[in-house]
T-cell receptor, first 113, second 116 residues
Framework: GAGVSQTPSNKVTEKGKYVELRCDPI?????LYWYRQSLGQGPEFLIY????????DSGLPNDRFFAVRPEGSVSTLKIQRTERGDSAVYLC???????????FGNGTRLTVT | AQKVTQAQTEISVVEKEDVTLDCVYE???????LFWYKQPPSGELVFLIR??????QNEISGRYSWNFQKSTSSFNFTITASQVVDSAVYFC?????????????FGTGTRLTIIP
């Protein structure tokens, strides 16, 4: 079956602009996660959804970052006033339920110029 | 605080050799989960194994095996008879076992190159 789908695969934006990154989880997966991976580093947790609600957003670096999952399926990560330091690969993952192994998408490579 | 250390940044071995990837973790929790993920050049993280801290039995899956040593806080991963397709970055990760704590803490990864 289809895996986790992330769009776009690449995004280049200018400093100060707003961006939205989309994640389509595996059908039926109630848990959804966003991670950020900088070059040469492991993924860093950003936020976790159980259903429609954000169960843990402790990894969001500041209030420029926000994520939604209004219908408990597709999620959008939103970044306002982008900075060059936001450049990274943003990974989305889903799992059948909290505690199950995560299935990751291929990520969105964000470059802020 | 939780921490995962993968001291080996890069490893290269000749095809068919065995290779072990080290993982050392820190946690104050008595119950937790440990994971290994593979990240091939395509970028997608592929789940390999999850180990509960209560279960210290070593596990073997084909050419892959895992050695969990709670006494030394290590969860090492061995690939036997390595193949070129094993070339990837491998990540070890830790998660608390308490309900609602879904955050995975990853190590910095080990880049494994298998030389044909």
């Amino acid at each position: 079956g289809a895996g986790v789908s992330q769009t776009p695969s690449n995004k280049v934006t200018e400093k100060g602009k707003y961006v939205e990154l989309r994640c389509d989880p595996i059908s039926g997966h109630t848990a959804l996660y966003w991670y950020r991976q900088s070059l040469g580093q492991g993924p860093e947790f950003l936020i976790y959804f159980q259903g429609t609600g954000a169960a843990d957003d402790s990894g969001l670096p500041n209030d420029r970052f926000f994520a939604v999952r209004p219908e408990g399926s597709v999620s959008t990560l939103k970044i306002q006033r982008t900075e060059r330091g936001d450049s990274a690969v943003y990974l989305c993952a889903s799992s059948l339920q909290g505690g199950s192994p995560l299935h990751f998408g291929n990520g969105t490579r964000l470059t802020v110029t | 605080a939780q921490k995962v250390t993968q001291a080996q940044t890069e490893i290269s071995v000749v095809e068919k050799e065995d290779v072990t990837l080290d993982c050392v973790y820190e946690t104050r929790d008595t119950t937790y989960y440990l994971f290994w993920y593979k990240q091939p050049p395509s970028g997608e993280l592929v789940f390999l194994i999850r180990r509960n801290s209560f279960d210290e039995q070593n596990e073997i899956s084909g050419r892959y095996s895992w050695n969990f040593q709670k006494s030394t806080s290590s969860f090492n991963f061995t690939i036997t008879a390595s193949q070129v397709v094993d070339s990837a970055v491998y990540f070890c990760a830790l998660r608390r076992a308490q309900g609602g704590n879904e955050k995975l803490t990853f190590g910095t990864g080990t880049r494994l190159t298998i030389i044909p």
